[in-house]
């Protein structure tokens, strides 16, 4: 049966790949990793996508990527942290996911992404100052988008899957 996308946002180190794996794991359901299949096609790494070819041509592919895989059913799309910013993006997560935003405390997060240089949004940030600054001013955009919001801090993966699927199977 065809099914709405479930659809993880949230900030950068919120455990929204780890999530994903968890709910392919209980329901079978296909992960669409946003920048796993950015990194594939483009054939190089998101920090080498930002330097050669400049962030708006990032946010381009990911909205394109996004509007592509919203055409299935049944997926777990794990978005990229700024996807949720753009208005256009969080209109065609509507028209067929139900967006779960993954929040996280800052502390935790500076401890899991602060040394991560993967990561160029952080180039400059790299400190909990930096990193709690970034979250309060993404944070109305994460809310505004979600249709539910998952505190992640102190629960398992498995309680947080089984929290979404919980929502996701009753809707
Ligand atoms: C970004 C988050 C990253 C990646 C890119 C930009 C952001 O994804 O898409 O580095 O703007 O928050 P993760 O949230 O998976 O780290």
Do not use: W
């Not at 629960?155 to 899957?161: C, F, G, L, R, Y």
């Amino acid at each position: 049966m065809a099914q709405k996308n479930i659809i993880l946002i949230g900030f950068m180190g919120t455990g929204k790949s780890t999530i994903s794996a968890v709910l392919h794991k209980l329901t079978n359901m296909q992960i669409a990793e946003m920048d796993e299949i950015i990194v594939h096609r483009e054939g190089m790494s998101i920090p080498d996508i930002f330097s050669s070819k400049g962030d708006s041509y990032f946010r381009s592919i990911e909205t394109a990527l996004l509007k592509e895989l919203q055409m299935q059913d049944n997926l777990i799309i794990s978005c990229g942290g700024g996807v949720a910013l753009r208005k256009e993006n969080v209109d065609v997560m509507k028209t067929n996911g139900i967006v779960f935003l993954l929040n996280a405390s800052p502390e935790v997060i500076f401890e899991r992404i602060g040394s991560d240089f993967n990561r160029p949004i952080l180039n400059g940030r790299r400190s909990l100052e930096g990193i709690t600054q970034l979250m309060q001013e993404r944070h109305p955009y994460y809310e505004a988008a979600a249709d539910y919001i998952i505190s992640t801090d102190s629960k398992s993966t498995e309680q947080i899957a089984q929290e979404i699927l919980l929502i996701y199977k009753n809707i």
